[in-house]
C-alpha cells in the first residue's frame, strides 16, 4: 500500500501516516496501533519518485568521452543523449560532469579519468576506446557503478553495458560487401590500433570471407591522423595492391576515405562500407560515395545510459546487465 492508501484505510491524514512511519510525536497511542496494524496486514512500499523530489537531491554522473570534436560528431551524438535524458528528467536534479580525452595520446584516458573521479561522484559512464587504461581505472571507482557505452571490453565488471555487438556488426560488413562485389582483395583500415570494437568489427568482416578461398582481407592500420597522412597511406595501398574491390572502415571516419577515392578516380572500382550515421556519412550514402553505412543508435546509448543509471541508483528499479544495441544498415534508399 502507498502511504495515501493506508491513510485512506486508517481515516487519518497522510501527514498522520507519514509521522508513524518517521517515529514523530504527535499521534496517539491508538492511532499509531491501527496504522502500524494495516502496514503489517498489507505491507508498505514507498513511492521512490515522490522521495526524490522531496529531498531534491542533486544525482552526479561523471561523463568520460573523447574529445567531442572528433570523431565527426560520433562523440557529441552520445552525449547529446546523454543531455536528452537529463532534461527528461529535471524535475529529479540530474547534473552531468563531462571530462573529455584524445584517445590519440597513450595515458590520456587514464589520467583525465582519474581526475574526473577524485570529484564527488553517484555514477560514471564511458566509452572504454582504449581497453587497458580503463581496465586499469575501474579499481579507482570504489564502488561508483559505471556504464561502458559503445565498446564492451572483457575483464571488466560494468554496473550496465551498452553496445552493438562488434564482431556481429563487422560480419554483416563482411556478408553485404560479398553481396555487392563477390569475392576478391578487400582492406579493413582503421585509425585506431588498440580499440576492442574496432578489433573485433574487423574480426567478424575476416571471419565471412574466411571460408572463400578466393578472397583475401588486408588488415590495415592508419596511424597518421592528418588528411596528407591518410592520403599517403592510401597512395601505399593503391600501388601495392591495385585490385582491391572494397573497403570496410571500422569507424565513423568514412568520408575521409571516399574523398581520396573520388580524387583519384577510383570509386566507380570499390565498394565502401563503413560504420556510423553521422552529416558526412549521410551525404555520401546520398550521393552514393559510400555504398553501406552500420550504425548503432549513439544518441539512445546516450539517453538509455544516464536513464537506467537514474532509475537503478535513485529509484531502486531494477535494469539489466546489458543493453545490445540493434545493428542498424543503411543504404541510399532507406536513408533520410
Known amino acids: 500500500m502507498t502511504l495515501a492508501e493506508i491513510a485512506a484505510h486508517a481515516n487519518v491524514s497522510t501527514g498522520t501516516v507519514d509521522r508513524v512511519l518517521h517515529g514523530r510525536k504527535g499521534v496517539s497511542e491508538k492511532t499509531k496501533k491501527l496504522i502500524q496494524q494495516i502496514i503489517d496486514e498489507y505491507g508498505y512500499q514507498p513511492n521512490p519518485i515522490a522521495s526524490q523530489l522531496k529531498n531534491n537531491k542533486i544525482f552526479v554522473i561523471g561523463v568520460l568521452l573523447p574529445s567531442l570534436d572528433t570523431g565527426l560528431d560520433y562523440y557529441r551524438s552520445l552525449y547529446t543523449g546523454m543531455l536528452n535524458a537529463v532534461s ?92 555487392l562485389r563477390g569475392s576478391g582483395k578487400f582492406a579493413c583500415i582503421r585509425m585506431y590500433s588498440a580499440a576492442y570494437n574496432l578489433m573485433e568489427r574487423v574480426r567478424g568482416f575476416s571471419d565471412y570471407f574466411s571460408k572463400d578461398a578466393s578472397s583475401q582481407i588486408l588488415d590495415l592500420v592508419c596511424t597518421d591522423f592528418t588528411d596528407a597522412g591518410l592520403y599517403r597511406f592510401m597512395d601505399k595501398l593503391f600501388i601495392e595492391h591495385d585490385d582491391i574491390k572494397g573497403i570496410f572502415i571500422p569507424h565513423a571516419e568514412v568520408c575521409l576515405a571516399t574523398y581520396y577515392l573520388i580524387s583519384n578516380g577510383l570509386k566507380n572500382n570499390v565498394t565502401v562500407i563503413g560504420y556510423d550515421l553521422n552529416d558526412k556519412n549521410k551525404e555520401g550514402l546520398i550521393d552514393g560515395s559510400i555504398d553501406c553505412i552500420i550504425g548503432q543508435r549513439p544518441e539512445q546509448q546516450g539517453f538509455d545510459a544516464v536513464n537506467k543509471l537514474y532509475q537503478s541508483c535513485m529509484l531502486h528499479q531494477q535494469i539489466p546487465e546489458r543493453i545490445e544495441v540493434p545493428i542498424d544498415i543503411y543504404f541510399r534508399e532507406n536513408v533520410f
Open 88 to 179: 527528461e528528467l529535471s524535475p529529479f536534479k540530474t547534473e552531468l560532469k563531462l571530462m573529455s580525452f584524445d584517445r590519440t595520446i597513450s595515458g590520456d584516458a587514464f589520467k583525465k579519468g582519474s581526475e574526473l573521479i577524485k570529484q564527488p561522484l553517484d555514477a560514471l559512464i564511458t566509452m572504454p576506446v582504449v581497453p587497458q587504461e580503463f581496465i586499469d581505472l575501474t579499481p579507482m571507482l570504489n564502488g561508483i557503478p559505471y556504464v561502458f557505452i559503445d565498446t564492451p571490453i572483457a575483464m571488466t565488471k560494468p554496473f550496465l553495458s551498452i553496445a552493438q555487438n562488434p564482431y556481429k556488426g563487422g560480419y554483416c560488413a563482411g556478408k553485404i560487401m560479398k553481396l
